[in-house]
C-alpha cells in the first residue's frame, strides 16, 4: 500500500525565515512526487512535481529514495506563502493520487 | 491552463433525500476523473474513479450504491450521494487529467450538509 506522511499540521515562520515542509511516502515501486497547494478560499493546485526538477515561486523539492523524502523549501518565506501545502504520490493503476494530510503553512511578518 | 468546475458549491438537503454533485472539464476533455472527500482539516481521500462510458472504480471502503457515480461524456462526471445522512456531509472535490500522464486540475469543490 502506498502512503504519504506530513508529519507537522501547522508550520509557523517568520517572513524570510526558510521553510522546510516535510513529506515521507511509503511506495513499493517507482514513486511520482507532488506537492500541491492550497491557498485561502482557492482550490488545490499543482506547485510542483519532481519529474520536473523545477523551481516554482521560489519553492524547490527533491526526492530522496534513500530516505524515501519529498521535502518543500524555500529559503526565505514570504507572506504570501502563507496556505495549506498536500505532498502527494502517483502510484498503483488508474494514476491515482495518495495525499498526505497537509501542512498549513503560515508565514508571519 | 485546463479548467475544472464543479456544481453546486455549496448544498443543504435533508435526511433521506439524494444529492448530485456535476464535475465538468470545461475547455479539454478528460477520459478520467477522481472524487475526492475531505473531512475538516484533514486530508483529501480518494473515493472513486470515474472512467468515461464505463463504470467507475471505488476505493476500499466506499459504498457503490450510496455514492453513485456517472461519467456520461467526456467532459461530465456526477456523483450522487444517495439517501444522504449527517455523517455524508463534507467537501467533496472532483478532479481530472488533461490527456495521459498530465497535470491534475481539481475543482473547487463542494461543501454538502445533511440535515
Known amino acids: 500500500a502506498q502512503r504519504v506522511t506530513q508529519p507537522e499540521k501547522l508550520l509557523s515562520v517568520f517572513k524570510g525565515a526558510p521553510v522546510e515542509l516535510k513529506c515521507n511516502y511509503s511506495?513499493?515501486?517507482?514513486?511520482?512526487l507532488f506537492w500541491y497547494v492550497q491557498y485561502s478560499r482557492q482550490r488545490l493546485q499543482l506547485l510542483l512535481r519532481?519529474?520536473s526538477r523545477e523551481s516554482i515561486k521560489g519553492f524547490t523539492a527533491d526526492l530522496n529514495k534513500g530516505e524515501t523524502s519529498f521535502h518543500l523549501k524555500k529559503p526565505f518565506a514570504q507572506e504570501e506563502d502563507s496556505a495549506m501545502y498536500y505532498c502527494?504520490?502517483?502510484?498503483?493503476?488508474?494514476?491515482?493520487?495518495?495525499f498526505g494530510t497537509g501542512t498549513q503553512l503560515k508565514v508571519e511578518l | 491552463g485546463a479548467v475544472v468546475s464543479q456544481h453546486p458549491s455549496r448544498v443543504i438537503c435533508k435526511s433521506g433525500t439524494s444529492v448530485k454533485i456535476e464535475c465538468r472539464s470545461l475547455?479539454?476533455?478528460?477520459?478520467?476523473m477522481f472524487w475526492y472527500r475531505q473531512f475538516p482539516k484533514q486530508s483529501l481521500m480518494l473515493m472513486a474513479t470515474?472512467?468515461?462510458?464505463?463504470?467507475?472504480?471505488?476505493e476500499q471502503g466506499v459504498e457503490k450504491d450510496k455514492f453513485l457515480i456517472n461519467h456520461a461524456s467526456l467532459t461530465l462526471s456526477t456523483l450522487t450521494v444517495t439517501s444522504a445522512h449527517p455523517e455524508d456531509s463534507s467537501f467533496y472535490i472532483c478532479?481530472?487529467?488533461?490527456?495521459?500522464?498530465?497535470?491534475?486540475?481539481f475543482g473547487e469543490g463542494s461543501r454538502l450538509t445533511v440535515l
Open positions: 478532479s481530472a487529467r488533461d490527456g495521459g500522464p498530465g497535470e491534475l486540475f
Open positions: 511506495y513499493s515501486g517507482s514513486p511520482e
Open positions: 519532481h519529474i
Open positions: 502527494a504520490l502517483k502510484g498503483g493503476g488508474g494514476n491515482k493520487l495518495t
Open positions: 475547455d479539454f476533455q478528460a477520459t478520467t
Open positions: 470515474s472512467n468515461e462510458g464505463s463504470k467507475a472504480t471505488y
